[in-house]
């Protein structure tokens, strides 16, 4: 159990570094852009990508996740033909995507309510051609634990998108329309590694048949599909109430500030996919839920409260702090909308999404998100018509994705046949929680009084002093960090 605890954190340590980089790079794009770009014309580029990202859960059909469930079913020798049968299928929906946002560009940018939109969603049409037939990657490269190519891949991702896409602004003074072009330019660049990625591990390996169908492929998949098509009114209610009622200055307010802490995401969504295949691989081989599965869950679970909780707290005590220093000072209003998010990652400690869908339980996993979905559309309708506020969108937008947390929660406490208290390490979150609210609060109200400190040293000061009391804090209760970072130095060590 420890070799495996301990490969598992090395390739979820490689998932999360390639997206701490994209991370920053992505970071970076945007505090150009914000600068550079009037505020209209930021929203105007952020509803673009808004568009995409929202008709792209439809558009996959939930097929990323197959592979995932499907090849560590499946012996290396039948892998090639089974990853080939996916992609041919992202190529297809890819190529549907594109013909939709192009045809269709005038009217979503009547619906949003800016013309702009028309000739930038036209520009950005030929990327889902090349960005969908590049999905299931993580999971090919998370079942045969090369995910230290995904971090490669990830890097290379980001810095041609930000070359490509800020470059032009900052060197030939180029508008939206341009960074769409740089955009779609690194789109393909990046389609044509992926898929060369996407085969290695199997390179040298059979081409024999492999057995399951697309009808297996797609009676695991369709569920899913219609969960993301939930998951679209999920992820795109408070952007498009937004976007539509309070205008693209308000929405590139709400763009730069409505996130949740990306290090969160890196660190769940690493886990995830390196989980996800061991589930499957468990549950499809009738393994003992409480013996095998069940420890795993826990000890991701706790490392997870270890890492995120005091990043989360030291974010949301200086949330307003870090939208000046990052886009400026115009922007400072954006910090409400991410000290709001923010309360959403003090609940998102591991993917659940892994384990309930190797259950077989998809429907439920759907079902969920319909309710969702009807619950938060109605109460920001509501909102919009009786208490017009982008805050308290967002604020809904929070407590309805706090109950989808716990109901897959519950569930998930009831497939392992214990109470749902018995899933979060209390002890640990406690020990946590309480002496980094105290020391951000004398922290944070003690620098912002030292009128010769800027945003920026704040932000440093801040926590350079906040981890280190915290440090000595977790060393006297004995919270042993050193478990999480051995595994990766004693890799190091005997590849050496």
């Not at 602004?169 to 330019?185: C, H, P, R």
């Not at 169908?213 to 369709?222: D, G, K, V």
């Not at 200086?318 to 409400?336: H, K, P, Q, R, W």
């Not at 920001?380 to 604020?395: A, D, G, H, Q, R």
Request: include cysteine; glycine fraction near 6%.
């Amino acid at each position: 159990m420890k070799a495996k605890e301990t490969n598992n954190t090395i390739q979820s340590f490689w998932i999360s570094l390639g997206s701490l980089f994209a991370f920053g790079f992505g970071i970076l794009s945007s505090m150009i852009l914000s600068r550079y770009f009037p505020k209209d014309d930021y929203g105007t580029y952020n509803q673009v990508l808004y568009v995409y990202n929202t008709l792209l859960s439809v558009f996959t059909l939930g097929l990323p996740k197959a592979i995932s469930y499907f090849l560590p079913r499946i012996p290396i020798d039948q892998a090639k033909k089974l990853i080939k049968k996916i992609t041919n299928l992202f190529f297809l929906l890819g190529g549907s995507f594109s013909v939709v946002l192009f045809i269709f560009s005038p009217q979503i940018a009547a619906i949003l309510k800016n013309p702009d939109l028309e000739l930038a969603l036209k520009v950005f049409s030929p990327v889902p051609f090349f960005m969908l037939p590049t999905m299931g990657l993580e999971g090919i490269l998370a079942t045969y634990r090369r995910t230290q190519f995904m971090a490669v891949y990830t890097v290379l991702n980001n810095v041609l998108k930000l070359l490509l896409v800020a470059l032009p602004v900052i060197l030939f003074k180029g508008g939206y329309i341009q960074a769409i072009i740089g955009f779609t330019i690194a789109s393909f660049i990046c389609f044509v590694v992926a898929l060369y990625l996407k085969y290695l591990p199997v390179k040298n390996a059979g081409n024999e048949h492999c057995p399951i169908s697309y009808r297996e492929i797609f009676r695991f998949s369709l569920p899913l599909m219609y969960a993301s098509l939930w998951g679209i009114i999920i992820s795109s209610a408070d952007q498009f109430f937004i976007s539509r009622y309070f205008g693209a200055a308000v929405f590139a307010e709400f763009s730069n500030g409505a996130l949740e802490l990306p290090f969160v995401g890196m660190i769940v969504g690493a886990t995830s996919t390196v989980l996800t295949p061991l589930f499957s691989k468990k549950i499809y081989e009738n393994a003992n839920p409480k013996k095998e599965i069940l420890p795993v869950w826990i000890s991701v679970f706790e490392k997870s409260v270890m890492i995120i909780y005091p990043l989360v707290l030291y974010f949301w005590f200086f949330a307003d702090t870090v939208m000046v220093v990052l886009f400026g000072g115009i922007y400072e209003n954006s910090g409400i909308y991410f000290r709001i998010k923010l309360i959403v990652n003090l609940f998102t400690m591991i993917s659940y999404i892994g384990l309930i869908l190797s259950i077989g339980a998809n429907k439920f996993y759907a079902n969920v998100h319909l309710a969702h979905a009807f619950l938060l559309i109605t109460l920001e309708y509501i909102c919009v018509k009786l208490f017009p506020s982008p805050y308290l969108i967002t604020t809904i937008s929070v407590i309805c994705r706090i109950a989808n947390i716990f109901a897959m929660l519950i569930f998930i406490s009831k497939y392992f046949k214990i109470r749902l208290v018995e899933l979060f390490p209390l002890k640990l979150m406690v020990q946590i929680l309480v002496p980094s609210i105290f020391l951000l609060l004398i922290l944070r109200f003690g620098l912002i009084r030292l009128s010769f400190l800027n945003n920026l040293l704040i932000l440093i000061i801040g926590g350079i002093l906040y981890f280190a009391l915290f440090y000595l804090w977790s060393s006297y209760k004995k919270i042993d960090y050193i478990s999480i970072i051995k595994p990766l130095f004693i890799n190091q060590v005997k590849k050496q």
